[in-house]
């Protein structure tokens, strides 16, 4: 079955960097679209970062030149790479799928930046 597991969430502070990381399985990875969402108490789940099967990129307007989504096709894994990283980063990061017209979603990672 589908299944997706993130994983690199921390705390790190004020203007430093992650990589956020997403292991798929049960689905041909390169084949389905993908996204990273982050989720707080103060807003709803949003997107932030998208990337088409055709390798095509898509970012929220916080996240545009500072994140970056790429896929590890060895490894079956998307990551997230998020630097210049401010407290309105903070919140649970979830990586969704759409395979075969279903959306699927990880548990999360929560991410904390503050000094």
């Known amino acids: 079955q589908v299944r997706l597991v993130e994983s690199g969430g921390g705390l790190v502070q004020p203007g430093g960097s992650l990589t956020l990381s997403c292991e798929a399985s049960?689905?041909?990875?390169?084949?389905?679209i993908m996204w990273w969402y982050r989720e707080s108490p103060e807003k709803n789940r949003e997107m932030v970062a998208e990337m088409t099967s055709f390798g095509g990129t898509r970012y929220s307007d916080s996240a545009n030149g500072r994140f970056l989504i790429s896929r590890d096709m060895d490894k079956s894994t998307l990551k997230l790479y998020m630097s210049a990283l401010t407290p309105g980063g903070t919140g649970v990061y979830y990586c969704?799928?759409?395979?075969?017209?279903?959306?699927?979603w990880g548990q999360g990672t929560q991410v904390t930046v503050s000094s």
């Open positions: 969704k799928g759409a395979v075969d017209r279903i959306d699927y």
């Open positions: 049960g689905f041909k990875f390169g084949h389905y």
